[in-house]
């Protein structure tokens, strides 16, 4: 029986490859414009860290979590990983683990301010469905930092998400932005909140009820229709933000405006992690349907203290801001608006084997085209008939064909056929690796 990969997980074929990397590759040279340096961090972690940071009722900790079990405590490689006193989780979002290196490695004591970005596969038990995975990938950035601090950051960070979405290539995207304020300011959202809502959710679902009671702010990303038309009654304006609150959301908004970013205020956008403060945003792409938003970040002020980190000897506090988008829906939105980025193989010459005897010459060759940097490959058939080799090479975009048959062993020479003309030309095999350098 074929084993295949678990459902909400998919494979990468190298006929896919192309399209991952080009996006991985623009992001990269973005980030390096905009001043971002790559971290990696585990894919594991202990699973208190997203406990803390996420937040208990969120539903990437409440019911995604994929967690760490040894197949059995105390036999054999196991042992090596006890986990007893902690368990492990694998990622759902690169925000928690960056902050948990910040802190471990300290990088507040030598950086003002810390731009650190990264690629990589993240883990959520979600039910899975066309542009929702349980093994899916974000490119993400965080600025982390005495110096991060300033509405400025904000406006860099929505920038650079909506440049990196455009050196994508994708068009029509939209971004809508909010304030949740300070950390004060936010409480009283959530305080206004339950009174609005108070005696209007008794009819509603267990669940949401639950919700009210323990985390008011998930339900205004309900997915229940009655709370859905409840909440979307509710005039929410900015009436949570004090002074200080609303001149910073001021701030990023002129910014925006100055950079000609055009955006959308959505007092209903909260987020469903719960470390967010101030500002938070979320860029979607209508023609993906259910699972529309292509990418979202925001501001988290606190978190950085709040798992252990902050430095004494500094006054100000850590400011912390950042996003991350989805792959995936990106190369799902590129696919919608009729873009492909299309499997190119290439490879600078294939070897060609007259006769099974020669195998030993030709693989020779290929190893010596290889030392010196020449893409080469040759056919594995024993003796498979030329014709096919030759459609190998085709198939495998080879510049030349190297042609090594009965004529060219007796002379200690090699074919030279230039795939694209179709001419060929007999080179001295001790020049070969000279005379292809020149031809290509
Ligand atoms: P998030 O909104 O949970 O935020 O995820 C960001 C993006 O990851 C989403 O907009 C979506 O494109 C993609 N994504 C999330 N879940 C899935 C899934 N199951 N399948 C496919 N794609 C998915 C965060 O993760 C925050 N850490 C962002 C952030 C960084 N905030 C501050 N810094």
New binding site residues.
């Given amino acids: 029986m074929k084993i295949s990969s678990p459902r909400g997980t998919s494979d990468i074929l190298p006929d896919q490859i192309a399209a991952w990397q080009a996006l991985e590759q623009k992001a990269r040279t973005l980030f390096k414009t905009y001043g971002y340096s790559e971290i990696r961090t585990p894919v594991f972690e202990d699973t208190g860290l997203f406990k803390r940071s996420l937040g208990e009722t969120t539903e ?1 900790v409440n019911k995604q979590l994929l967690e760490l079990k040894s197949a059995s405590a105390g036999v054999g490689a196991a042992q090596e990983m006890p986990v007893q006193d902690s368990t492990f989780a694998l990622r ?4 928690a683990p960056v902050v948990r290196a910040y802190n471990q490695y300290d990088l507040g004591r030598e950086e003002f301010l810390s731009k650190l970005f990264y690629v990589g596969p ?1 883990f ?1 038990g ?1 039910r899975p469905q066309k ?4 093994q ?1 990938h ?1 490119i ?1 950035a ?1 600025a982390i930092g005495r110096g991060a601090n300033h509405p400025f950051i904000d406006a860099e960070m929505i920038m650079l998400s909506v440049a990196l979405l455009k050196s994508f290539g994708l068009n029509d995207f939209k971004l809508k932005i909010n304030s949740l304020g300070s950390a004060e300011d936010k409480q009283k959202f959530a305080d206004w909140l339950r009174l609005e809502l108070k005696g209007r959710i008794d009819h509603l679902s267990e669940a949401t009820q639950d919700q009210y009671q323990r985390n008011v702010f998930r339900l205004l990303d309900s997915k229940e229709e009655a709370c859905k038309t409840l909440i979307q009654s509710l005039d929410i304006g900015t009436r949570h933000l004090s002074e200080g609150g609303l001149k910073y959301f001021e701030d990023v908004k002129q910014a925006l405006d100055q950079a000609g970013v055009a955006y959308e205020v959505s007092s209903h956008l909260v ?3 719960d470390y ?1 403060t101030h500002t938070v945003f ?2 979607s792409y209508a023609g993906l349907g259910a ?1 529309d ?6 501001r ?1 002020n606190g978190l950085i203290e709040q798992l252990g980190g902050g430095d004494r000897r500094f006054p100000e506090p850590v400011g912390a ?6 792959m ?2 990106i190369l799902l939105a590129l696919e919608a608006q009729g873009q492909r980025c299309a499997y190119k193989p290439s490879l600078d010459v294939f070897a060609v084997c007259g006769k099974p005897e020669f195998e030993k010459d030709v693989f020779a060759l290929v190893h010596l085209l290889r030392q010196n940097g020449i893409a080469a490959d040759m056919d594995f058939g024993r003796g498979r008939a030329v014709k096919k080799q030759f459609d190998q090479a085709n198939k495998l975009g080879a510049r030349f064909a190297l042609v090594l048959g009965e004529e060219e062993m007796r002379n200690g020479t090699a074919g030279v056929k230039d795939m694209m003309t179709g001419t060929q030309i007999d080179v001295e095999r001790s020049a070969i690796v000279e005379k292809i350098k020149s031809m290509l």
């Fill in positions: 990437v759902p979002e690169g925000t993240m959520r979600e542009g929702r995975l349980r899916f974000q993400g965080e987020r469903g992690l967010y979320e860029i699972q938003a292509v990418g979202a970040g925001g988290y801001m950042g996003f991350a988008l989805g995936e829906r």
